[in-house]
């Protein structure tokens, strides 16, 4: 029987057809202008003059009927800039769509200054219409969130200084990660590798590879990391100054309520987490004994355990994840069927892309599209079903008004990681030998490291950035300083070598729109492994309630969440330890193969 074949290029003609010289693209966002800019002009001649209960309505349509617009074509353009960094009409639609975005923060700024200014009475009695309800706590949110902001005009105005400011050195690390090409000898020939390209190959099964590409790759980010720091510290000098002025002093307030959570929820995670931390330990012990090595390197920990790792073609890693979805959610799998079916998913492996993977959503064209760079290895097919859960997420609120379908990264990273985790135990379960259940198991635990070991470094490291960073710039090897202590702080002694430019060489922390851009993937994983638990007592009719609290993640906080819809607390150490306590028990397992 022919396996199915499917495209390894997504296809983002049957969005907007023409590329980043569409001219359907082109119209679009000249009417979403003219919508932005029409909004804004109502809003400031409006004033400070109370408004009525029906124009109050419109103005909340016409938030939504934007916010949709501005969604789809951010989307489109953070494609065209991914798949070819080099692209330089992507670059200016995308300071063309953050000018647009900030002329809607400044009509957003003016409409929550509307529904905080409404005495109560009104407020509730305004709100109390049908049409409101699966918007209502959106509603409520960003009223008591105009209470801790500027005044509408300030708020504006640091808007339109962001674009060029704090987004212009977000869009400059781009760059310089587009500038940097790493030569590679294979087959007797030298070879320039992009950034995405080379990091395929710091885990790549032959040890003489990694430790030849890290080499390379540190050499490659130390080349680079004056103007990374430059990026780095002006970043965060825009954001520290715009909290000042807000009266926010600790840096952690806007990624928390961006995160819908409290930091007692945040403090119980961590220190679970770290309390726990022991058993991975000894599963990096053990990875280095099977290694022949007394310690792991930096880039050893993400390697295969197999000294020869089976390539894993697409058309296989579509048709795994597919049946690994269907054992827990028909629906779940149609959806992941229909995205490598429509070219959903840009997977080729070849030069000028960008590092790393993502999902985004386009809520007008109700599809969502995937990037990554695919070749073959099981950390590979792990990215697929993590971005396959995002898109899942994002089919099951397209129905839900714009407003309601504005979840927070840290549940957005729960359902990636349960997909992740359906298809690992799918994998392990059909395992016939030993050799192969170690090789899942090492994937499993590669990824406990990575959100309970490597996302806490980054926290840890970030937090104390944000401190220090209030007193001064930091230079580089303050930087390369800090970051290795907060990856020992987070490893222990685990590891014989470490990544001092992991700052530089991280995306995340050069992203403008989501500052912090770690701890939730923490919660997300400990928070779907919690889900998992739930799912295997429940059997088959958990699916249904799954598919509820994906719904509601743009309606509830957290907390509310997790109480509404498993009966459990969050800001309360139990569910932390328990979840930890589950990610870290496969240690047992890969203890005993490893002894066989």
Known sequence: MIKQQYSLIWNLESLFNGGSSSPVFNVFVEESDKLVMGLLKELQEAGETASGNEQ????????????????????????????????????????????????????????????????????????????????????????????????????????????????????????????????????????????????????????????????????????????????????????????????WSDPLSEP?????????????????????????????????????????????????????????????????????????????????????????????????????????????????????????????????????????????????????????MNVAETASTFAEALVSDALLRRADSDEEKLAILDDRLQRAVAFCMNIRARFLFETRFYNRRSSGMLETAELNEWMLQAQKEAFGDALGTWHPHFWAAKLHFYLTDVPFYNFPYTFGYLFSTGLVAVAEREGASFSEKYDQLLRDTGVMTVEQLASHHLGVALDEPQFWKDAVTRVVADVELFSALCME
């Open 56 to 247: 109050l309505t419109i103005w909340t349509d016409k938030i939504q009927d934007v916010l949709a617009r501005l969604r789809e074509a951010d989307s489109f353009v953070s494609c065209l800039t991914s798949q070819q960094v080099s692209d330089k009409r992507a670059v200016a639609w995308t300071e063309r769509i953050q000018i647009l975005s900030a002329r809607y923060r400044q009509a957003l700024d003016l409409y929550d200054a509307k529904l905080s200014s409404m005495p109560e009475e009104l407020f509730n009695d305004w709100s109390k219409q049908p049409k409101l309800a699966p918007v209502l706590f959106s509603l409520n949110e960003r009223r008591e969130a105009a209470r801790d902001k500027l005044p509408p005009v300030l708020e504006g105005v640091a808007s339109e200084l962001a674009v060029d400011g704090y987004h212009g050195w977000g869009e400059h690390y781009n760059t310089i990660v587009g500038r940097i090409s790493i030569p590679w000898e294979e087959d007797g020939a030298t070879i320039a590798l992009s950034v995405g390209q080379a990091d395929n190959k710091l885990d790549h099964p032959d040890p003489a590879v990694r430790e030849r590409m890290s080499s390379l790759w540190e050499d490659a980010w130390a080349g680079q990391a004056d103007l990374c720091s430059d990026a780095l510290n002006r970043l965060a000098g825009f954001r520290l100054k715009l909290y000042g002025m807000r009266g």
């Open 256 to 408: 928390l309520r961006i995160n819908r959570m409290s930091r007692n929820t945040l403090d119980a995670m961590w220190n679970a987490v770290e309390e726990g931390m022991e058993p991975l330990k000894r599963y990096l012990k053990l990875k280095a004994n099977r290694f022949g090595k007394e310690k792991l390197s930096w880039h050893d920990v993400n390697a295969p355990i197999a000294t020869s790792q089976a390539t894993i073609p697409y058309h296989e890693a579509a048709e795994l994840i597919t049946d690994a979805f269907a054992q827990f959610s028909p629906s779940m799998a149609k959806l992941a069927q229909k995205a490598f079916n429509d070219r959903w998913i840009e997977a080729e492996d070849r030069k000028g892309k960008r590092p790393g993977g993502f999902c985004t959503s386009f809520p007008l064209s109700r599809q969502s599209r995937i990037f990554m760079t695919y070749s073959g290895t099981a950390s590979n097919v792990s990215t697929l079903a993590h971005e396959l859960g995002h898109a899942y997420h994002g089919a099951l609120v397209k129905e839900l008004p714009p407003l309601a379908q504005e979840y927070a």
